[in-house]
């Protein structure tokens, strides 16, 4: 089976930190572009980022750059997106998404190309 998963969602306070995985199987993410988005209640799916299946380059939308990261272990087969000083406005939930590309689009956002996704893990960010 074609499977993504994405975890480690939760409760956080503003300034704090979540790293969230998502993990494959029936396929290799190695040759697939990953991109994560979020989608708060009542707001439209927005693009976070896209790491690239080529050379792990990976870009961020204006939002989340320099607060979040995505990295790639290819051992685990699993992508990961490490989420720092997260604010309330970050709260949504966070999808994980593979497209059979070496590149990512050149939209962050975009989802013309993802074959793939994950079922969603929440982030929820409050004081």
């Known amino acids: 089976q074609v499977q993504l998963v994405e975890s480690g969602g939760g409760l956080v306070q503003p300034g704090g930190s979540l790293r969230l995985s998502c993990a494959a199987s029936g396929f290799t993410l190695d040759y697939y572009a990953i991109g994560w988005f979020r989608q708060a209640p009542g707001k439209e799916r927005e693009g976070v980022s896209c790491?690239?299946?080529?050379?792990?380059?990976?870009a961020y939308a204006d939002s989340v750059k320099g607060r979040f990261t995505s990295s790639r272990d290819s051992a685990k087969n699993t992508v990961y997106l490490q989420l720092n000083s997260l604010k309330p406005e970050d709260t949504a939930v966070y999808y994980c998404?593979?497209?059979?590309?070496?590149?990512?689009?050149?939209?962050?956002?975009?989802?013309?190309?993802?074959?793939?996704w994950g079922q969603g893990t929440q982030v929820t960010v409050s004081s």
């Open positions: 998404a593979a497209a059979a590309t070496f590149y990512c689009p050149p939209v962050i956002g975009s989802t013309d190309r993802f074959d793939y």
């Open positions: 790491i690239s299946s080529s050379d792990g380059s990976a």
